[in-house]
Nanobody, 116 residues
Framework: QVRPVESGGGLVQAGGSLRLSCAAS???????MGWYRQAPGRQRELVAL???????HYTDSVKGRFTISRDNAKNTVYLQMNSLKPEDTAVYSC???????????WGQGTQVTVSS
């Protein structure tokens, strides 16, 4: 199954920034796209969603620090992460909600590690 590809993760000190990218081919780019994260020993959680018109939703813990955006011409969704905290450490993945499930199987995602 073809799915989007995440990139941009890395190791950063607390207070630093990273920009994640989720690139999809045109035929699979979905109107609603989201970034999710899963820390070791924890359930995967929604970080941010963006709809085709650009309206975005964020989980409370990242409001004011993270910004989701999309470039429909490039079929890419971004997650700009500023003021990173150690608790942001997780594997970040993109997907599209589909009812009670997700449109694609989960891939490897991109690792974000924030050191204190």
């Amino acid at each position: 199954q073809v799915r989007p590809v995440e990139s941009g993760g890395g190791l950063v000190q607390a207070g630093g920034s990273l920009r994640l990218s989720c690139a999809a081919s045109g035929s699979i780019f979905r109107p609603t796209m989201g970034w999710y994260r899963q820390a070791p020993g924890r359930q995967r959680e929604l970080v941010a969603l963006i709809w085709s018109g650009g309206i975005a939703h964020y989980t409370d813990s990242v409001k004011g620090r993270f910004t989701i955006s999309r470039d429909n011409a490039k079929n890419t969704v971004y997650l700009q992460m500023n003021s990173l905290k150690p608790e942001d450490t997780a594997v970040y993945s993109c997907n599209s909600p589909s009812g009670d499930n997700y449109y694609w199987a989960w891939g490897q995602g991109t690792q974000v590690t924030v050191s204190s």
